[in-house]
């Protein structure tokens, strides 16, 4: 018997699109590149050699075009872990449900799902106006716990390593820590000479990311240096910021590819932000943008 999804499940806008997104199945391509930023969508689609749609919802905005011989998606997501949520259950449901029957298309189609985003570096090797590229997206979030599914042995491992970390420093975090590994292939092709590591996705900005203005955090500076010392195999923490693990995850959960670049704005360690925001986003854009014409 066929999976039903029901109207308060599944919810479809009167013209046949997706919910939140507002978007129809044929609306997207095979890649889809998030950004966070809503004003961030044509500075991408710009770079396109033809433009075929536009559609926008709330902070939801999506371009779709031609990329060469490439049909690529760019959408915004806004902040944060709970819209990576919305996202990627929603472009998931157009590619592999068939919303007027409401069930499960026999084919399914697996999306590459490639983050254009900002953070902040850990570490002095990797300055401002750099670009990381994340193997792993460890959850500070709490997204994933949400969710039925089977870590490999690599993030099993992980987080073997990260426990034992914590237990052997006597750190007491205000959270349980998640691990979800990138697309290896993604990894390959578009990271090859990029700065790659282990990216921490917090569910804020503020104290979740150890900042403290008058509310003072519960990642005190002394965890918040530790935390450069971590190693799981090879892989060492390299940066943080607010929607990695939740994209890592959830992809692995549905069977799509994902890589999360990001150009280093605040580095941590040396207390420094970008000169020149703007055009440190402008050059990632570009430089990734060639190496997805080229997968």
Not at 22 to 35: A, F, K, M, Q, S
Not at 139 to 150: C, I, S
Not at 240 to 251: D, R, V
């Amino acid at each position: 018997m066929a999976t039903f999804f029901p109207p308060s499940e599944l919810i479809v806008n009167p013209d046949g699109s997706i919910y939140h997104l507002n978007l129809r199945p044929e609306d997207i391509g095979d890649i889809i590149i998030t950004v966070g930023d809503q004003n961030r969508v044509p500075m991408v689609s710009k770079h396109f050699d033809r433009l075929e749609v536009r559609r926008e919802k709330r902070e939801f905005v999506t371009h779709t075009g031609y990329l060469g011989k490439k049909r690529i998606s760019v959408i915004s997501t806004g902040i944060g872990p709970d819209n990576i949520d919305i996202v990627l259950n929603e472009l998931d449901a157009l590619v592999n449900i068939d919303l007027n029957k409401r069930e499960p298309l026999e084919s399914r189609r697996s999306l590459d799902v490639i983050r254009m985003g900002t953070t902040g570096g850990l570490h002095s090797d990797t300055p401002v106006d750099s670009i990381v590229c994340s193997s792993f997206g460890l959850g500070f979030d709490n997204l994933l716990h949400f969710y039925d599914w089977e870590p490999n042995s690599a993030e099993n491992q992980m987080m073997e390593d990260w426990n034992k970390f914590v237990s052997d420093r006597g750190y007491a975090l205000p959270m349980v820590p998640y691990s979800a590994a990138g697309s290896t292939k993604l990894l390959d092709h578009i990271a090859k000479d990029y700065a790659k590591g282990i990216t921490i996705t917090a569910p804020g900005f503020y104290a979740p990311q150890g900042r403290q203005l008058r509310a003072k955090s519960r990642l005190s500076s002394t965890v918040m240096d530790g935390l450069r010392e971590f190693r799981s195999n090879g892989h060492h923490i390299t940066n943080l910021e607010m929607e990695t693990s939740a994209i890592y995850g959830l992809c692995r959960i549905l069977g799509h590819q994902p890589l999360s670049c990001n150009v280093v704005l605040a580095n941590r360690q040396d207390n420094t932000f970008s000169a020149n925001p703007k055009q440190a986003v402008k050059n990632l854009i570009t430089a990734i943008l060639e190496r997805i014409a080229s997968l």
